[in-house]
């Protein structure tokens, strides 16, 4: 989920729940992903901020868009302050500052996603580049309780990152 006014900024790595309609207004209850995984992991209720329905974007995949992967040039990444941006996928191998982004893995010939990535790029024991991942709700425990995530290391010729 994406908030935002245009001409004014966006804000990303949201949740929403279903619309409801207040006064007279359709309004998104809106809450950060860490809120979110919190009260997944501990079963209780999150207070979420509500959102006239106009203000808020949901992120899905354009099928029909020719463009795979993000642009690499700078005046190919302009974008119109009225509307949130489209984020690509771009391939982790050409990224730097890896840590903490959102990352798909193709691993069975599908992409697992909701995974963040915990390290930068590095040689294994094997003499290949990869990269360790772990799942966002586990991303988000570690930075709230201190413990650990379970961490799955991934090939970066197959990890895609949020561009």
Known sequence: MIIGSPGQGWRGDLRADDPLMREGGLLVPVLSESDFYRCED???????????????????????SERKIAPRHL??????TETPCVRYPVPASEMYGLVGRRVWHWRGGEFAF?????TEAYENASGDIAVRVCPERDWYRWART???????????HLVWAEG
Request: aromatic content about 6%.
């Open 146 to 156: 201190g413990k650990a995530p379970t961490m799955d290391e991934a090939l970066i």
């Open 75 to 80: 005046f190919e990444r302009i974008v119109s």
């Open 42 to 64: 501990d079963g209780s209720e999150a207070m979420a901020a509500l959102y006239p329905a106009d203000q808020v974007w949901v992120e899905k995949p354009d099928e029909d």
């Open 114 to 118: 909701d995974l963040r990535c915990v």
